[in-house]
């Protein structure tokens, strides 16, 4: 039997209350601040190929989250500017 018939955690109400504080100000301090970031261009760049039955290259890119994925051959090109 326990002391004066009460089972208690051996935590008081002020320490779990103060812990679970704790952690909800920690729990938004790390995810509070989520916002989505966008780039407004992106370079490519890449060295050119040294084989001369290259006929050019393929770049597949998303101009936005959904939508088709858009395809374009670049021939001769060693550098894209993609916004």
Known sequence: ???GGKRTLGV???ELFGG???FALLLL???GDVRPS???DVTLQWDANKETNLAGY???YKTGHSGDRIKQNY???VELTLA
Do not use: E, Q, S
């Open 20 to 22: 679970i504080i704790l």
């Open 12 to 14: 008081g109400h002020k």
């Open 75 to 77: 021939t001769n090109k």
């Open 38 to 40: 966008y780039a407004l």
């Open 1 to 3: 039997m326990y002391p």
């Open 29 to 31: 301090f790390l995810c």
């Open 58 to 60: 393929i770049v597949y």
